[in-house]
């Protein structure tokens, strides 16, 4: 465990890290300051928290890191603290913003993300699932609906793909008339879907 002064360091490290990537007109060119905020990914709570905001908001700018980064933040999401957890989850939508390819992987680890028991956590996947959703409705059903499909492993999976289905019922179809665009074709996606 790090003492006060320590985590106070690691912070303001941290923070001059994000004030310089922010201010940074070519931020690719601040490679150093973002695997600064990389690391800080195995240091204090409070800094993991921080590094948590800051790994996805820069993610675009380093595709060179992007493995390291994703994998980092992947840690922060099976942290133990809860804030930690829930700030982890609330950037994974980032990832996809400007890198739609990472879409697929991230609904998956959010359908799987379900299943958590406190209360801020799942509100926290509910609202970052609808967020990627709506950044690209059709990608995010396909890979919900492989946790329909999968049923390799019983026990677990069967938690998982009651959870993804009432995600769907309860958070999807209640704004189709929004999210499922163009109507005719989304329609005949999720028809697809179902079949398989």
């Not at 303001?12 to 922010?22: A, I, P, Q, S």
């Not at 992007?66 to 933040?73: I, Q």
């Not at 379900?114 to 990608?139: F, G």
């Not at 959870?163 to 005719?184: H, N, Q, W």
Request: charged residues 35%; aromatic residues 8%; negative net charge.
């Amino acid at each position: 465990m790090t003492d006060s002064s320590d985590e106070a360091k690691q912070i303001e490290k941290l923070y001059e890290f994000g004030e310089r990537l922010n201010e940074a007109k070519d931020k690719s060119q601040n490679v150093k300051d973002y695997e600064g905020v990389i690391d800080a990914t195995k240091t204090s709570l409070k800094a993991k928290q921080l590094a948590a905001q800051l790994i996805p908001r820069f993610f675009k700018f380093f595709p060179n890191l992007s493995s390291r980064a994703l994998n980092a933040h992947f840690d922060l999401i099976e942290e133990e603290d809860l804030a930690v957890r829930v700030q982890a989850i609330r950037g994974l939508p980032l990832f996809c913003k400007d890198t739609k390819e990472y879409i697929s992987k991230i609904v998956d680890i959010l359908g799987q993300l379900l299943t958590a028991d406190e209360i801020v956590e799942r509100d926290a996947v509910h609202k970052a699932l609808m967020s990627v959703l709506r950044q690209d409705v059709k990608e995010s059903l396909t890979a919900l609906f492989k946790h329909i499909w999968n049923v390799e492993e019983p026990s677990q999976d069967d938690t998982i793909r009651d959870k993804v289905l009432c995600f769907i019922r309860d958070k999807v179809f209640p704004l189709k008339a929004e999210l499922l665009r163009p109507p005719e074709e989304m329609e005949r996606h999720i028809t697809d879907l179902i079949k398989k």
